[in-house]
C-alpha cells in the first residue's frame, strides 16, 4: 500500500506537469501560426503596392515608345498598366480595410497614381495635332508642378 501511495504521490504532479507543458507548447503553437499569417499578410500588402507601381512604369514605358516611335504596338503595355495599375490598386485596398493608415496610403496611391495615368493619356492625346517635342513637353515636370 505504501508504494501505491508513493506512486499517486509522484505521479499526480508528473502527470499534472505533463498537461501544463503540452498545454503551453499547444498555446505556442497557435500563436506561431498566427504571425506567420500576419507575415504572410504584409508579404502580400507590400507585393500589391510594387506591382502597381511596376504597372505605372509599363504604361509609362508604352506611352514613352509610342511618343518616340508612333507605333501602336506600344500602346498595348500602355493599356495593360493602366488596367493592371487598378486591379493591383484595388487588390491592396481589399488586403488592408482592417489597417487605416494603410487605407490613408492606398488614397495617396490612387491619386498619385491617377495623376500620373491621366498626364500620359494628356501627352497621347495631344500628340496627333502637336509634334512628339510638344507632347513630350507635357511631361516636363517643372511645367506640371
Do not use: C
Amino acid at each position: 500500500m505504501p508504494a501505491n501511495r508513493l506512486t499517486l504521490l509522484f505521479g499526480i504532479p508528473v502527470l499534472l506537469l505533463l498537461v501544463a507543458v503540452a498545454t503551453i507548447a499547444w498555446r505556442l503553437a497557435v500563436n506561431e501560426r498566427q504571425q506567420q499569417a500576419w507575415i504572410v499578410h504584409t508579404y502580400e500588402v507590400m507585393n500589391e503596392a510594387r506591382a502597381a507601381f511596376s504597372s505605372l512604369q509599363d504604361a509609362e514605358t508604352g506611352q514613352r515608345g509610342f511618343l518616340l516611335s508612333h507605333g501602336d504596338s506600344y500602346l498595348e503595355p500602355y493599356r495593360n498598366g493602366r488596367i493592371a495599375f487598378a486591379r493591383h490598386l484595388d487588390r491592396f485596398r481589399a488586403l488592408t480595410l482592417d489597417n487605416p493608415s494603410e487605407q490613408s496610403r492606398y488614397g495617396k496611391m490612387k491619386v498619385l497614381g491617377q495623376d500620373r495615368l491621366d498626364l500620359l493619356e494628356k501627352s497621347l492625346a495631344a500628340l496627333p495635332g502637336a509634334g512628339p517635342s510638344e507632347a513630350t513637353g507635357i511631361l516636363d515636370p517643372g511645367k506640371n508642378k
